[in-house]
C-alpha cells in the first residue's frame, strides 16, 4: 500500500482540476460573453432574451451531476484505500489521548508522545481517549481521525520514508491543546526491531540520590518507572523517558538542564497542565532530573 497521506494527495490534485478547469471553461465564457457582445453605437435598447431551453437546461443539470458523481466515487475509492482495504495490518498500536499528552502502547511496553513505528508495515492505530475528545493528525502520514472515550477508532498508518513525522492534536480538547504534539518515528524494521527491544526491559535500579527522591514525593501517584514500585498510570510512563526527543509533548528538548526546569515549575513552561509543582530542594531537584533523563 501507500502512504494514505498520497493517496488523499492524488485525491485534492484531481477535484483541484477538475475545479480549475470549470473555473476558466465559465469565467472564460463569461468573459468572452462581455466583450463580443458588449453595447456598441450601433446597438440600442434591450438586448434579445430567451426562455424554455430544455436541452440547455437539461445539459446544465446533467453535467454538473455526472462530475459530483464521479468525485464521490472517486472519495469512496480513496476513503477505502486509506482504511486499508484488502491489506491486512501487521501490527497494530493503541494510541490514548489524555489532557495532554499522547500515551502508545506496544505488547508490554507503553511509551509518551513519541511514536516509533517500522517503515513499509501497515499499522492499525487504535485510538481511544482517557478523558475528553482528541483528535490524532499527522498530516504527511495521514487523515485525522477523532480519540473518543469509550470508543474505539481505527487509523492506518503507513510511512514509506525513513524519518520524523510531526503532528498535533486537532480537536480543542483544554487549555493546553495546542501543545499536544505527537511525534512519529519511522525506523527501518532493524532499527524499529532494537528501539523495541530497549523499552521491553524495566529501568535498571540505580543508586543515586534521583531514584530515591522520585519514590518518596508524589510523582509515584502518576507515574510509572517499571523496575520501581512507582505505578501510577495518570501520567506517561517515564520508564524510559530518557530516550524520549521532548518533555510535556512537545514543550522542552529533553536534557537534564531543561528536565530540572520543568520540574521545578512545570506551570510555567504548560500553564493548565495536570503536573503539579513539587517542592524540592535545589539538590533534589538535580538528582531528579539527572535520574529521569538517564533512564533511557
Ligand atoms: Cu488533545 Cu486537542
Known sequence: MRPPADAIGTLSLIVGAIAAAIFIGVEGALVFAIWRYRA???????PATFERNRRL?????????LILAAIFA?????????NGAGVAP???IAATGHQWWWEFSYDGVK????????????IDLELTS?????????PELGPKMDMLPGVT???????????SYDGQCAEFCGIEHAWMRIRVVAQTRTDFDQWLRGQVPPAPTQDGNGERVFLSNICVNCHTVRGTSAAGTAGPDLTHVGARATIGAGVLPNDVARMRAWLADPQRYKPGALM????????DLDALAAYLVSLR
Open 90 to 92: 501487521a501490527m497494530r
Open 153 to 163: 477508532n481505527h487509523l492506518r498508518l503507513f510511512a514509506r520514508r525513513v524519518g
Open 130 to 138: 482517557a478523558d475528553v475528545i482528541h483528535s490524532f493528525w499527522v
Open 74 to 82: 472517486l472519495a469512496l475509492g480513496t476513503m477505502a484505500e486509506i
Open 40 to 46: 456598441s453605437r450601433h446597438t440600442a435598447g434591450e
Open 276 to 283: 503539579p509543582s513539587v517542592p524540592l530542594s535545589a539538590a
Open 57 to 65: 437546461e437539461i445539459a446544465w443539470t446533467a453535467a454538473p451531476a
Open 111 to 122: 511509551t509518551a508522545n513519541e511514536l516509533h513505528i517500522p517503515v513499509d508495515t501497515p
